[in-house]
């Protein structure tokens, strides 16, 4: 299976017109108030507009309410919810009663043992990371050899290391990069596109060996 790629925390319309060209599989708004990368509900919405219909859209919330969420997802029109705080299993199974759309959980991985818990996790999707959202930073990824499921790996990806990443690693079900293609604050075209084509180049070569 080839490994998708999720670009995170997009909050220009001109960066919009990069993903339309570039045609990541997923890209990410955070609707986290204090992250650097926040922007409203309504704005996602209108970005969401404006996105190829065969990008799938993921907000990211961190311990919001569950209203909250239901409401940002239908105002943003959301194709995945993205959780990045404390939210349990029993958040999770109440917040299916709000949303019909998949449910992500981020993990982040310190240990063996936060790798093995993420395996157990009733979501959708995980993420494995190694810190807040959007701090850029890197993890130990060989902590990840034992994971036995689909994953998003998540954290200080960039165009230079992704190649490590992905041989240190089971193959994710998807690479997410956020700060890593960025310059200026801003998604940078040749960087996303770096990204993009490297990852889709490394995958050929697993395939040749």
């Known amino acids: 299976m080839a ?3 999720k670009i995170c925390g997009i909050c220009h319309e001109v ?4 993903m339309n060209e570039l045609v990541p599989d997923f890209v990410g708004f955070v609707l986290i108030p204090k992250s650097r990368h926040f922007i409203a509900p309504e ?6 507009s404006k996105l190829r219909k065969n990008i799938k859209s993921v907000g990211v919330f961190s311990n919001a309410s569950l209203q909250t969420v239901a409401l940002s997802v239908e105002t943003a029109g959301l194709d995945m919810v993205q959780l990045h705080g404390d939210e349990t299993g029993e958040y999770i199974a109440a917040l299916r009663e709000y949303i019909k759309i998949p449910i992500m959980k981020v993990y982040k991985v ?4 936060d790798a093995e818990r ?9 993420m494995l990371d190694g810190g807040n959202v959007g701090d850029g930073k890197t ?3 060989s902590l990840l050899g034992s994971v036995r499921r689909n994953f998003f790996l998540s954290g200080g990806l960039t165009p230079e290391n992704f190649q490590k990443a992905l041989s240190l690693t089971p193959q994710p079900y998807a690479l997410n990069v956020s700060s890593g293609v960025e310059a200026n604050r801003l998604k940078d075209y040749r960087k996303v596109m770096k990204f993009i084509l490297g990852v889709k180049s490394f995958k050929q070569n697993k395939v040749q060996i």
């Open 3 to 5: 490994t998708k790629i």
């Open 15 to 18: 960066e919009i017109g990069i």
């Open 43 to 48: 704005h996602a919405g209108y970005l969401r």
């Open 110 to 113: 310190k240990s063996p043992i």
């Open 118 to 126: 993420a395996m157990y996790s009733t979501a959708d999707y995980v």
């Open 139 to 141: 993890f130990d990824w």
